[in-house]
């Protein structure tokens, strides 16, 4: 089975730009989460989707925005980038119905913005 | 609100010593509690997870943790390093209900040879 797969892995924006990153869950895995990971701060959460409703919203501002279509594919948009954008951002799929179902996560989005 | 403590962010050890972890919880229910690794570069992989059956959980890689609720903890432990080990290790909880996860802020292990 192909693991989470996340599109480009590394990019380079200037500030004021908007960039969209793709996340491609696992097989038959319906939620899909992202979240963003830089040194000081770990990990944050940012939004969860299941069959193309964002259920969870972590506490970013609106600039940060996503969806998911019905192939269960997402995607994240952040406009206005600011430097502190600059970050890690990854996306983890899992299959609802298993309670004690962990997350898996694709090797990341890496954004740096100039 | 939830919250993971992870004590000491960078964690060095000798090669074949005692690699120990610690991770605290601050749920009042026990909740479904996860150990992860992030090698550099590279996305988090699942070590081990507790979801309420035996309390020792053992893991990959020769890792286990123990979830002790009188103490809210999940410590993670690995009786002898390898260099191999050398990464970020996150702890992170679920709570029994919904599907979002809290994650530590993570402890960089370095194995020293």
């Known amino acids: 089975k192909a693991g989470v797969t996340q599109t480009p892995r590394y990019l380079i924006k200037t500030r004021g730009q908007q960039v969209t990153l793709s996340c491609s869950p696992i097989?038959?895995?319906?939620?899909v989460s992202w979240y963003q990971q830089t040194p000081g701060q770990g990990l944050q959460f940012l939004f969860e989707?299941?069959?193309?409703?964002?259920?969870n919203k972590g506490n970013f501002p609106g600039r940060f925005s996503g969806r998911q279509f019905s192939n269960s594919r997402s995607e994240m948009n952040v406009s206005t980038l600011e430097l502190g954008d600059s970050a890690l951002y990854l996306c983890a799929s899992s299959p609802l119905g298993q309670n004690t179902g962990e997350l898996f996560f694709g090797e990341g989005s890496r954004l740096t913005v100039l | 609100a939830q919250s993971v403590t992870q004590l000491g962010s960078h964690v060095s050890v000798s090669e074949g010593a005692l690699v120990l972890l610690r991770c605290n919880y601050s749920s009042s229910v026990p909740p479904y509690l996860f150990w992860y690794v992030q090698y550099p570069n590279q996305g988090l992989q699942l070590l081990l997870k507790y979801t309420s059956a035996a309390t020792l959980v053992k893991g990959i890689n020769g890792f286990e943790a123990e979830f002790k609720k009188s103490e809210t903890s999940f410590h993670l432990t690995k009786p002898s390093a390898h260099m191999s080990d050398a990464a970020e290790y996150f702890c992170a909880v679920r709570l029994l209900t919904g599907n979002q996860f809290y994650f530590g802020t993570g402890t960089s292990l370095t194995v020293i040879p």
């Open positions: 097989s038959g895995h319906r939620s």
């Open positions: 989707y299941f069959s193309e409703t964002q259920r």
